[in-house]
Structure formats: structure tokens, C-alpha cells
């Protein structure tokens, strides 16, 4: 069932699991047996909702185990919101003892290739952001998250990095600028890209009240730029993540 949940130190967490349709093909690819690579789904700002577990669902239509878990377990966005931001301020956290134990639940799996990634949106991009460095991801996708100031302290041995942004949010293009800057002393492969015409949020499609909220403030779907995220996304993970290991050379 794609409705799951797993084991944390204090209780258990609830989550979204999109397994890659099965029939005969290379193992990491779409369409195949597996195995497969997994990512972790992070998301953004409203919780584990049903656009995030679409997201998921086009992962595993890509050839990879994606897991989303609610960050809230459970509980309104409203109540959990502040906690969240403060902890990813922190860097530390019950979140991200959910995300290691999520990325740890994917590459504990017989139908895992054991490389793990993970991606995230909004607050969710933020988080993804702080997992780069942490052991066990392959490759990170960051859209629209908050970047530290020291964020070359920060991402010091992070795993390859692709972030799409938009130059009308309202964070402004300082903080992809910061994380370019980062990344690129640091030597970290990375694909940074700033949209001109995309505000926040520019990669989901809202409707009814949340979409007249989303183009009042400037967040609104950008069809365009979405799908060329989401194309550089699959050709990144592609590379860092789904490749097989290069074969050793011959002496």
C-alpha cells in the first residue's frame, strides 16, 4: 500500500511509498524489475498533501522508490509550521531524525539499489538543502529552500546539488546566488538555475482558493519553468544517483 508508516526513537512516522511499476528491463530504470534507487520526498510549508504524493508517483514513474513522510505526523500545517522552520534554522531536529530514518528505510530494502537521494520543495527544499552533507544521499534537488548565510560552512562535503529558483520571489535571487557561490568553491557538482519570469512555489499547480492566494502572492504555477526543472532534476539524479558505478580500469 502507498500509505505506510516506519520506526523514529519516539514513535513512528507516516508516509507516502511510490514503487516504480515492474516488468522486464534494466535494474534502476524505468519499467524495470529493480532494483531501484530511492529518494526522499520532502515537503513543503502545507504538508504531506496530495501534490506532493503525485510528486513522488512521477519519481517512481522515472525508475525510482520515493518516500515522502509527514513531517507533521499528522497534525495541521498551522500547528507544525513554526516548529519546522525553527528546526531547520536549527539544523537539527525531530524532522531530520525523520528524514535519516526515511532515507535509512529505502536503502534498507531488497528492491533498493541502497543509493539513496532526496528532494524538497519550499521548506522542504530547505531541509533537502542540509541533507546534502549528511552521510548516505547520492544527490540533492533544492527548489525554492531557505539557504544559510554560512552556507559554505555549511554544505562543506555535500553530495552533488541541482536548485531551481525563481527571480520573483519574494526571498529574492541572493540566496541561489549564495548557494552558487558555495557550491562552486567548495567544488560540490552542482546545477543552480534562476527562472526570470517564476515566483515561489512555480513548480505546483494549485486550484480554487489556494490557487487565487498562489497569484496574489506571486506563487504561482509557471508551466514552462516547471518542466524544465523537473528535466534537469531527472538528468541530474540520472547522473549522480540512478548511473551505475563506473567500472574499475584495468591495471
Not at 107 to 135: E, N, Q, S, Y
Request: hydrophobic share 40%; proline share 8%; aromatic share 8%.
Amino acid at each position: 500500500m502507498p500509505e505506510m508508516s516506519y520506526p523514529v526513537a519516539d514513535g513512528e512516522v507516516r508516509g507516502y511509498l511510490a514503487v516504480p511499476p515492474s516488468s522486464p528491463g534494466s535494474a534502476g530504470s524505468p519499467g524495470s524489475a529493480g532494483p531501484w534507487p530511492g529518494v526522499v520526498v520532502i515537503h513543503e510549508a502545507f504538508g504531506l498533501n496530495d501534490d506532493i504524493r503525485a510528486k513522488a508517483d512521477e519519481f517512481a514513474a522515472h525508475g525510482y522508490l520515493a518516500l515522502a513522510p509527514d513531517l507533521y505526523r499528522g497534525k495541521s500545517w498551522i500547528r507544525c509550521i513554526r516548529s519546522a522552520f525553527g528546526q531547520l534554522r536549527a539544523g537539527s531536529g525531530a524532522a531530520f531524525t525523520a528524514l535519516e530514518a526515511a532515507r535509512a528505510v529505502l536503502a534498507a530494502r531488497d528492491d533498493c539499489t541502497g543509493k539513496t537521494g532526496v528532494i524538497g520543495f519550499c521548506l522542504g527544499g530547505g531541509f533537502a538543502l542540509l541533507c546534502a552533507p549528511r552521510d548516505g544521499f547520492a544527490a540533492a534537488s533544492v527548489n525554492y529552500g531557505m539557504v544559510p548565510d554560512d552556507a559554505e560552512q555549511v554544505l562543506a562535503g555535500a553530495c552533488p546539488i541541482v536548485a531551481s529558483y525563481g527571480a520573483r520571489d519574494s526571498m529574492g535571487t541572493k540566496p541561489p546566488e549564495r548557494l552558487q557561490r558555495a557550491l562552486a568553491v567548495l567544488d560540490v557538482p552542482h546545477d543552480v538555475k534562476i527562472y526570470p519570469g517564476s515566483g515561489h512555489r512555480f513548480m505546483t499547480e494549485s486550484s480554487g482558493a489556494m490557487g487565487a492566494l498562489s497569484k496574489l502572492t506571486k506563487m504561482s504555477f509557471q508551466k514552462q519553468d516547471a518542466a524544465d526543472s523537473w528535466q534537469r532534476i531527472f538528468a541530474f539524479f540520472g547522473t549522480h544517483l540512478a548511473a551505475p558505478p563506473a567500472a574499475p580500469k584495468s591495471p
